[in-house]
């Protein structure tokens, strides 16, 4: 517990709800998997996850209100708007305070996880450069660009390509993670890719539940984010 209050005053430290909301997320997997142990069929299941929805629904509820606040109070404090911080082109999802009084937070919490599917609709409209399977994640981009004491690489994907276009600012606002993947990958070949994870995914859970598995229920975590952030 006291590890778990470290990490959360953390990310609360440096300005960003992220790693609490993968705390959250992280959490979810191992409620769903203590439910399936000893359960013989699908009814035994069901049954076991009706005692724990209340449980999800407040952890959900919980974290979604805390994140709306953090967010509308740190565009806030920038001197901006939520929506002319993240996009002009998105209109608020709650519009009256007086039908609904957390409009702020509501549409907070709305366009942080909508907000991206407009970047990506702007990167349907690039054409393709490929990044050499480097491009798609920054980490990487950056180890090799110092390595070889270049930026070619950054400089053509699809995320800077987005700015340097359309002013879709690169690391500030989100293009969804499809479009890092496309980067290598390409627009075409993401489906494919997702098939190939979703298989993968279901086999860790599998591992986790049927073998007892505890390096399966770690990786079934971290593609839970990663289908979650996508």
């Given at each position: 517990?006291?590890?778990?209050?470290m990490d959360i005053l953390f990310w609360l430290s440096i300005g960003t709800m992220k790693g609490i909301g993968d705390i959250a997320f992280t959490a979810l997997?191992?409620?769903m998997v203590t439910s399936f142990k000893g359960k013989r069929n699908a009814h035994e299941i069901k049954k076991a996850l009706k005692k724990k929805k209340f449980l999800?629904?407040?952890?959900?509820?919980?974290?979604?209100?805390?994140?709306?606040?953090?967010?509308s109070s740190r565009y806030i404090l920038r001197g901006h708007t939520t929506f002319?911080?993240?996009?002009k082109q998105m209109a608020p999802f709650v519009?009256?305070?007086?039908?609904?009084?957390?409009?702020?937070?509501?549409?907070s919490v709305v366009v942080y996880f909508t907000h991206g599917y407009t970047g990506l609709a702007y990167a349907f409209k690039l054409p393709f450069?490929?990044?050499?399977?480097v491009g798609n994640s920054r980490s990487l981009t950056n180890i090799i660009e110092r390595m070889l004491n270049t930026d070619a690489i950054s400089s053509i994907t699809y995320c800077q390509r987005l700015q340097d276009v359309y002013g879709w600012t690169n690391g500030s606002i989100w293009p969804t993670a499809f479009t890092w993947l496309a980067s290598d990958f390409t627009?075409?070949?993401?489906?494919?890719?997702?098939?190939?994870?979703s298989y993968l995914w279901a086999k860790?859970?599998?591992?986790?539940?049927?073998?007892?598995?505890?390096?399966?229920?770690?990786f079934a975590n971290y593609l839970l984010i990663f289908f979650i952030y996508l």
């Open positions: 517990f006291c590890s778990l209050a997997l191992p409620i999800i629904l407040i952890l959900a509820v919980a974290v979604s209100v805390l994140f709306g606040y953090s967010t002319s911080a993240i996009s519009i009256s305070e007086t039908m609904w009084p957390f409009a702020e937070v509501t549409n450069r490929w990044t050499y399977f627009f075409t070949g993401i489906p494919i890719l997702l098939i190939l994870l860790t859970i599998y591992e986790a539940v049927v073998d007892n598995n505890i390096i399966s229920l770690v």
